[in-house]
């Protein structure tokens, strides 16, 4: 059974870091790529990148590269996100999300999302 | 990137009710188009995936239809258990973005 363990609420202040967990279990880590998806408080789902597992290939929506960063550890089964320079704005829900091999890849099963709350 | 628009925003309905969501794209995404419903406090479930394939355990009431621009999220018969905010989603390019969701509530 295919699970994503997530790491628990963050709480940070403006222009700290934080990282973000996925523990991935019940399939073979590298066959799948891993998404990173958030939600602010009432607001729309937004996609902000994905790692090829095998690789360790990424690619990030223009709105965060070089803010966030993310790595896989194979031998850990446990991709990571890391979103630096924190604002108030980045205070929101971050899922990750495994992409499935089906047509238009979508996005199978998602973990349980992770708090941060960006305050001073 | 690509935005994606969906209407309504919201809608309020009544159980045994079929339901229409539109999603419309600004460009051409071919069928790049999936669905998912997300309860609140909870992650996305994915129900459609290329415009109008259900996704395994999702339960037949659900269907999706479109391609080019122009997307349709249907439920023939609404359940209690369907209330929900569903977001379509494009993945023909990068950023793959989430049109901003539509909130199906309890008449």
């Known amino acids: 059974q295919v699970h994503l363990v997530q790491s628990g609420a963050e709480v940070k202040k403006p222009g700290a870091s934080v990282k973000v967990s996925c523990k991935a279990s019940g399939y073979t880590f590298t066959t799948y790529a891993i998404h990173w998806v958030r939600q602010a408080p009432g607001q729309r789902l937004e996609w902000m990148g994905w790692?090829?597992?095998?690789?360790?290939?990424?690619k990030y929506s223009p709105k965060f590269q070089g803010r966030v960063t993310i790595t896989r550890d194979t031998s850990a089964t446990t991709a990571y996100m890391e979103v630096s320079s924190l604002r108030s704005e980045d205070t929101a829900v971050y899922y990750c999300?495994?992409?499935?091999?089906?047509?238009?890849?979508?996005?199978?099963?998602w973990g349980q999302g992770t708090l941060v709350t960006v305050s001073s | 990137d690509i935005q994606m628009t969906q209407s309504p925003s919201s809608l309020s309905a009544s159980v045994g009710d079929r339901v229409t969501i539109t999603c419309r794209a600004s460009?051409?995404?071919?069928?790049?188009l999936n669905w998912y419903q997300q309860k609140p406090g909870k992650a996305p479930n994915l129900l459609i995936y290329?415009?109008?394939s259900l996704q395994s355990g999702v339960p037949s009431r659900f269907s999706g239809s479109g391609s080019g621009t122009d997307f349709t999220l249907t439920i023939a018969s609404l359940q209690p258990e369907d209330f929900a905010t569903f977001y379509c989603q494009q993945t023909l390019s990068i950023p793959r973005t989430f049109g901003q969701g539509t909130k199906v509530e309890i008449k």
């Open positions: 790692v090829n597992a095998a690789s360790g290939l990424t």
């Open positions: 999300a495994r992409q499935s091999d089906l047509v238009a890849g979508p996005l199978d099963y």
């Open positions: 460009q051409s995404i071919s069928t790049y």
């Open positions: 290329a415009a109008s």
